[in-house]
């Protein structure tokens, strides 16, 4: 494989923009390679600046659950460009959007748009915040929400009360009102509540945790919360930036039929294009500025360009009966191929169009189980499959992401070179 001109962009970019790259992951550091600079992608398929074609299974991390550059997506989006590319005032996009979104997902009784999953985290706690009068909030351990500061921790191995901060420039005293659970361990949120019970404005969870390579909740777990936050006063936020339009219509609140309180949604919604919502109970979105006093607001939050590629995403996938399933289809494809081919090396997670194998020989249900992972193994798998054409994630604890795009072509293609692998 010819990586001249990627090794030659790497050069240049890492002279202006730390590490080259505008998120740490894109750096292949867990792989042990220079990153791929991505001239275009269309369909299934994406293109280096070399000319290497992939099959992209990274799907631009969850967004692109159409395949990239569906034309009807990037039409719309020509369209809406020749109209101007942002106002900063109130469009009819914006409401269709919201529309669209609450029909849906129910629970989105009300949402607000914003420019990443990030900013949509971040508001969605200070309005559960702002609405309980409370100041602690609990996330899981090995659960992301985004680089603001209160979430960018992880528990102390001794102590799970503890949070220390993941990144240096986070003040200690900006974590300490973030407790950390375990993941899938009830008795771990159990134990909080019992400590700190009133202070606790709300427990956020991934409902399916993606970025510790796909955990699924145990059964009963997900109930549980709704059930303790509930009993507690507190709010529960089920982070559906991964999970939103990607496991049912109605993501993963439907898949499990829980309603929290509030949803944080991204990726999908905007079709590609830059985006985060936060949404959820009426009475407790009615605490947003300018109706309440919960402060939050962007020069670009609900833009004109991302709010058409958001609803023609959306419309294409209310529109199409059995995309779900087929979506599925592929994944459990892949993942029963893994299974078979690995013989016991590989332990694989899948639910709807997410999966991860995991170079482990134990069963992956929480944290600590991820953590036995052989990163290294995963670093010469994903080698290996990229220089046959196969761009999975270069590090052991993202998501596989199936499109609409993916051909049956191109699943079987990968599951060749899956069983080649682990024939070596
Ligand atoms: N929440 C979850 C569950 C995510 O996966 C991510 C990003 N991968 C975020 C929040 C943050 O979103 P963004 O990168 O758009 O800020």
């Known amino acids: 494989m010819n990586t001249g001109r990627s090794e030659e962009l790497y050069r240049r ?4 923009i730390p590490g080259g790259v505008n998120s740490p992951v894109r750096a292949f550091r867990s792989v042990g390679r220079t990153p791929l600079f991505i001239d275009r992608a269309k369909g299934s398929r994406i293109y280096d600046a070399d000319g290497n074609e992939f099959i992209d299974y990274v799907s631009s991390w969850g967004p692109a659950i159409l395949g990239h550059a569906r034309e009807e997506v990037t039409e719309a989006v020509i369209k809406a ?20 979104i609450s029909e849906m ?7 607000r748009l914003l420019s990443s999953g990030t900013e949509a985290v971040m508001s969605a706690i200070r309005v559960a915040r702002g609405f309980t009068g409370r100041d602690m909030i609990i996330k899981f351990r090995g659960c992301y929400h985004g680089h603001s500061d209160g979430l960018l921790v992880k528990a102390g191995s001794a102590a799970l009360t503890t949070a220390v901060p993941d990144s240096a420039g986070v003040p200690a005293g900006f974590t300490q009102t973030t407790l950390v659970a375990e993941y899938n361990d009830a008795t771990s949120v159990e ?11 709300a427990v956020i969870v991934e409902p399916v945790a993606a970025n510790m390579g796909v955990v699924l909740p145990k059964d009963g777990f997900l109930p549980f919360l709704r059930k303790i936050t509930r009993d507690n006063g507190a709010l529960l936020i089920f982070d559906e930036v991964i999970t ?3 496991l049912l219509p109605g993501g993963a609140s439907e898949y499990f039929q829980i309603s929290p309180d509030l949803i944080t949604l991204g990726k999908i919604i905007g079709g590609g294009m830059p985006i985060g919502a936060y949404g959820g109970r009426r009475d407790i979105m009615e605490k947003v500025s300018p109706l309440g006093n919960v402060y939050q607001a962007g020069t670009l939050s609900g833009n004109p360009v991302a709010t058409t590629a958001g609803i023609t995403t959306l419309n294409i996938l209310r529109n199409s009966p059995g995309i779900y399933e087929e979506l599925e289809q592929k994944a459990k494809q892949l993942a029963n191929t893994l299974r078979q081919v690995s013989k016991g090396r590989v332990w694989v997670n899948q639910i709807g ?17 991820v953590m036995t992972s052989d990163t290294r193994e995963y670093a010469s798998y994903f080698n290996y499959l990229l220089e046959r054409g196969i761009y999975i994630a270069p590090a052991q604890f993202e998501a596989m992401f199936i499109s609409d795009a993916h051909s049956e072509e191109d699943i ?13």
């Not at 970019?13 to 202006?16: F, K, T």
């Not at 460009?81 to 669209?100: D, H, R, S, V």
């Not at 997902?105 to 949402?111: A, D, G």
């Open 412 to 424: 079987s293609m990968t599951c060749k070179v899956i069983e080649e692998y682990f024939n070596r």
């Open 191 to 201: 134990n909080l509540f019992a400590q700190y019970g009133a202070q606790i404005a």
């Open 244 to 246: 939103g339009f990607r």
């Open 13 to 16: 970019a890492v002279e202006h």
């Open 105 to 111: 997902m129910p629970s989105m009784e009300m949402t």
């Open 81 to 100: 460009c020749e109209k101007g590319l942002t106002y900063g005032a109130p469009t009819e996009k914006e409401i269709i959007l919201a529309e669209i």
């Open 353 to 369: 169009s997410l999966l991860s194998p995991f170079f482990t020989g134990i069963p992956v249900t929480t944290y600590d189980d």
